[in-house]
């Protein structure tokens, strides 16, 4: 399958939304918890794949705000736990798969014990230089962009930031993803077709793949097969495909401008 792939036109940045814990554990009549600890395992397989393949970035959204706010607390407790101990039980894995790992959202309002064990798996893994795997934990694309003016509008107060220096660059310096490339590759599993407050900013070109397998069941080999299928897209950003000739229009009459019937 890597053999398949065409190393010329490799994406930089793989996103991926980890969705349908709850309906894996669901259709084997589990209890959605077993559904999370099977999604825990999945993501060490797809980190190392992305590890072996050379991918720069890989951005995996794990915990948005709204599940925070809106999930019973003890599924978010759970998901707390489960967070810790993957973190505790994989360190190890990233080290050798030369791995770092980050985090994105608003993570100071996670529970201190978590916000220890992150920051030691950080630090643990600071040296590595292959992949960088970023964790969206109490993440929303919303507050982020929130968080961002914020930070641009106290430059603007106090440290003389000019309106007229405001650009798209000067907006990505302030988000949280200020230290990666945008995604060429968002890929959504079980099948739902929305982004559900993920890297809004983000992903205006990137290429979407959405997949009916269920997170749980979701390996490395299914990722390089949404790598495949995106490498047979062309990627326009609003332009033509290279060798299309372009209309003579210049000499066409002004009467001739509205379509005819
Ligand atoms: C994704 O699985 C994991 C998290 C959002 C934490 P879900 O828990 O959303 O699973 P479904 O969507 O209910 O199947
Ligand atoms: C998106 O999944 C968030 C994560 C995968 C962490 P959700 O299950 O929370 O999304 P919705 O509720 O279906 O939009
Ligand atoms: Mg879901």
Redesign the pocket.
Known sequence: MYRRLDPERMPHHVSII???????A?RRSLR?FL??QQ?AEAVQYVVETASRIGLPWLTLY???LE?NLKRPRTEVNF?MRLLKSYLTNNVKRMNDNNVRIRYIGRTAELPEEVRERMHWAEDATRKNTGTTLTLALNYGARSELVDAFRALSREVQHKGLRLEDIDEAEIHRHLYTSYMPDPDLLIRT?G?MRVSNFLLWQIAYTEIFVTDR??PDFRGIHMLEAIEDYQRRERRYGGLSDGTESDDVESLPTNQLVAGR
């Open positions: 980890m969705d349908g814990n709850g309906r894996w669901g959605r559904g999370h999604g794990a915990f948005s599940n998901l079980s739902e269920l997170w």
